[in-house]
């Protein structure tokens, strides 16, 4: 990338300034939020042929008539009717496609009054706009001082210029209600532009604000979602999922959206496995449910209700079968006859950091272990070679001399002897770090 390029992917277009001084900006598919995917592309419908979805910065668009007689096209930079003054837009949809962004926001095209497309931005539009543009950021951190020197209790999150450079919109986040009526008057003297306050929500930043999720694509809030539905902790009930609020929120401090993303497919599976309140009744005693796997609408029941040790596995049909049985008075065999025992799936969190993170380690002491292993080998074997065999004809054993260096390493106590009181080492297992 030269330096006379430049992407603006809240606006999603590419702006770079040619060798003879003119400034070119091309739209970019992809680079933008909420965008939109053309399906419909060279589909014929007259009724549309005016329509054109146009975006600005970030997720706002809206959809203008093309009153110009012009041709235009996808990807074209056009002016546009705002309400005083006018804007500069690219056009990102056009065709019957659009029928069914205004089907989707319920726009009916016979009664609702469009704005209109003017004409194609030319080259002194677009420098005009770019120079509102490089206002944007200065602007935003000196009305954040504003602010905070009067004492709001607001946060301004974005700051927007019209094409013509005479407007801006305040994106701002408040609680509670804002009296900013001193703080327009300042912002007028300040910046000598048109001022229009847009009160948004914390999930409507982080949409203007864009940024990447846990899960490591773009957030759903900049991507596609353009309608935001009440998110619960039901939600997380319903999966299994711990109340952990750190876990469960996402970048703009409220519940993850995509929580209601597999909530219809847990509580459909849900609907399936039995509500159990008391044990299964066996021959050979009660069996208790310990966990519950609802996706593959398995359950695990165990015969010691303070232990995850032995884990036999049902399926919630057989459940449904063996309640029954118990109702009228039948108890079926035993679970160990019908399936093996299963251990708890257990995943430790220690070493996720770097998978390799002890391998260096561990090749030191294999290292050092190899050398003294071989410098005590070498004199050992001297001297096994040289000493004569005694009178009933038998070598000394070379073994006595490692369990005297084995009693040496071993765990001591106060008196320097063995824990244990013997001469002999402790027995009991080390414990494993898990």
Request: proline share 3%.
């Amino acid at each position: 990338m030269t330096e006379s390029k430049r992407y603006d992917c809240s606006r999603g277009c590419v702006v770079e300034r040619a060798e003879t001084g003119e400034l070119d900006c091309t739209y970019r598919q992809g680079c933008c939020k909420l965008e939109v995917y053309d399906w419909l592309a060279g589909v014929n419908q007259e009724q549309y042929d005016d329509f054109f979805e146009v975006r600005f910065k970030n997720t706002r668009k809206g959809i203008y008539r093309n009153g110009s007689g012009q041709s235009i096209k996808t990807g074209d930079l056009v002016i546009v009717e705002a309400a005083n003054g006018h804007d500069l837009g690219i056009v990102t949809l056009e065709g019957p496609i659009v029928g069914r962004q205004m089907k989707c926001r319920k726009i009916n095209p016979e009664t609702f009054e469009f704005k209109r497309i003017y004409r194609k931005a030319k080259i002194f539009d677009i420098e005009k706009w770019q120079e509102a543009i490089a206002r944007e950021h200065e602007t935003m951190i000196r009305s954040r001082q504003i602010a905070a020197e009067l004492g709001l209790e607001m946060k301004i999150g974005d700051v927007e210029f019209q094409g013509d450079g005479t407007k801006a919109i305040f994106y701002y986040i408040a609680d509670g209600r804002v009296d900013f009526r001193q703080l327009i008057k300042v912002f007028a003297e300040e910046f000598r532009i048109r001022i229009e306050m847009k009160q948004i929500g914390a999930r409507q930043e982080a949409g203007l604000i864009g940024g990447l999720g846990v899960c490591g694509r773009e957030l759903c809030c900049s991507n596609y979602i353009s309608s935001f539905q009440s998110i619960t902790t039901s939600a997380a009930r319903c999966q299994d999922l711990s109340l952990n609020p750190q876990k469960l929120a996402g970048q703009c401090g409220k519940l993850k959206c995509c929580l209601n993303y597999e909530t219809a497919a847990y509580m459909d599976a849900q609907s399936r496995i039995p509500k159990i309140h008391n044990p299964l009744e066996f021959e050979d005693g009660l069996a208790y449910l310990m966990k519950t796997d609802i996706l593959r609408e398995i359950m695990y029941f165990s015969y010691d209700p303070s232990s995850f040790a032995n884990l036999y596995p049902l399926y919630a049909e057989d459940v449904w079968d063996i309640i029954r049985m118990n109702r009228e008075g039948i108890k079926p065999e035993s679970l160990k006859g019908d399936s093996e025992p299963v251990a708890p799936e257990f995943v430790t969190a220690v070493g996720d950091d770097a998978i390799n993170r002890f391998d260096e380690a561990r090749r030191r002491k294999k290292k050092k272990k190899s050398r003294n292993a071989q410098k005590k080998a070498a004199p050992v074997a001297e001297v096994n070679a040289s000493e004569p065999a005694d009178n009933e004809g038998k070598a000394s054993e070379p073994g006595k001399e490692k369990q005297k260096k084995e009693h040496k390493g071993g765990n001591k106590g106060p008196k320097g002897g063995n824990r244990n009181g013997g001469g002999r080492r402790n027995d009991r297992p080390k414990k494993e770090n898990i």
